[in-house]
């Protein structure tokens, strides 16, 4: 299947106060293989131009050197998303995009979800099976995360069935079905990741635990200390991610605590 290609907006709702489901038809969609926890990259096109896409190439690196290469004016901005739900009848994917808090400046990806309209067009690469992260397997698997985590969690819901899942969201407005048992931290003005580190140390689960989380990167970092350092689990059998940075945009460098972060991804 193509890794690579334009999306087009077909339907945007919202499905909670700050989640706008939107629905994406492209060619490849068809074909896409299921996996859960697929991550794929959007292109999103400067105000009033259409999306420039890398010339089409398999090879990832390839791929990256030509889209670097399109002049910084028409360089679509790239941002990381979920498929959070497939329907390879239409060559359809549906993609959640939280609406972070709006006292503060949009990121281009936020501000293009709260006007999405039927007819907008993004580029996109991925999903890429070479990325695909395996699932922890093991008698108890941890699974917790931020609002950003949810779409993920939801997939990773349909295949494990033996997951202790803690979710922190905003508040209980933004609690979401999904297919599962959830404990749900409501953050209600406290800082964020705060709950979910408490809920978590205070579960019940023994070191044969696995474990995936992701979201801020700091409270990500929290959490997977505390699983190591005060749980005993393997690093091995902890899936972790950062998927934003407080006052970090996606295109800033990586700190020195990201590079650590994918150093030890990279088992070094
Ligand atoms: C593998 C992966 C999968 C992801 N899947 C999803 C997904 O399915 N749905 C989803 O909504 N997000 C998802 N994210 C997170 C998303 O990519 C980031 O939130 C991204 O920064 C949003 O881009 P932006 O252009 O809006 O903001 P940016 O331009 O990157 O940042 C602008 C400002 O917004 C702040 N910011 C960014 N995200 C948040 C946030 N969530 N809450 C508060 N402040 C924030 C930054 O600190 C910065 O100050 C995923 C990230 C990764 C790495």
């Known amino acids: 299947m193509n890794t690579t290609g334009l999306l087009e907006v077909t339907a945007v709702r919202r499905v909670t106060p700050r989640t706008v489901r939107v629905t994406?038809?492209?060619d490849g969609l068809g074909e896409l293989e299921p996996w859960p926890d697929?991550?794929?990259?959007?292109?999103?096109p400067p105000p009033g131009r259409p999306v420039r896409l890398p010339s089409p190439d398999d090879d990832v690196?390839?791929?990256y050197q030509a889209f670097l290469a399109i002049p910084e004016d028409e360089r679509p901005v790239m941002r990381s998303y979920t498929v959070r739900d497939r329907d390879p009848a239409?060559?359809?994917?549906?993609v959640d995009f939280v609406l972070h808090d709006a006292s503060r400046h949009d990121g281009p990806a936020t501000g293009w979800a709260r006007s999405a309209a039927p007819g907008d067009v993004l580029g996109r690469y991925g999903p890429d099976a070479t990325y695909r992260r395996?699932?922890?397997?093991?008698?108890?698997?941890?699974?917790?995360g931020d609002e950003t985590a949810v779409p993920a969690a939801a997939t990773l819901l349909s295949e494990v069935d033996n997951a202790l899942v803690f979710l922190e969201v905003p508040d209980a407005a933004e609690e979401q079905p999904l297919p599962g048992e959830v404990r749900w931290?409501?953050?209600?003005?406290?800082?964020h990741g705060k709950k979910l580190l408490e809920a978590v140390r205070g579960a019940s689960f023994g070191p044969a635990s696995a474990a995936w989380l992701?979201?801020?990167a700091g409270m990500v970092r929290s959490l997977r200390r505390h699983l190591v350092g005060e749980r005993g689990l393997d690093k091995r059998v902890i899936e972790f991610t950062g998927y934003w940075r407080r006052?970090?945009?996606?295109?800033?460098?990586?700190?020195?605590?990201d590079l650590a972060d994918a150093r030890e991804k990279l088992g070094g």
């Open 24 to 26: 994406f038809t492209g």
């Open 38 to 44: 697929q991550q794929l990259k959007l292109l999103f």
């Open 61 to 63: 690196m390839r791929w």
């Open 90 to 94: 239409r060559a359809a994917i549906d």
């Open 134 to 144: 395996p699932v922890p397997i093991a008698g108890t698997v941890v699974i917790a």
């Open 185 to 191: 931290l409501h953050r209600d003005g406290a800082p």
């Open 214 to 216: 992701a979201g801020e």
């Open 247 to 257: 006052e970090l945009t996606q295109d800033d460098a990586p700190t020195s605590e």
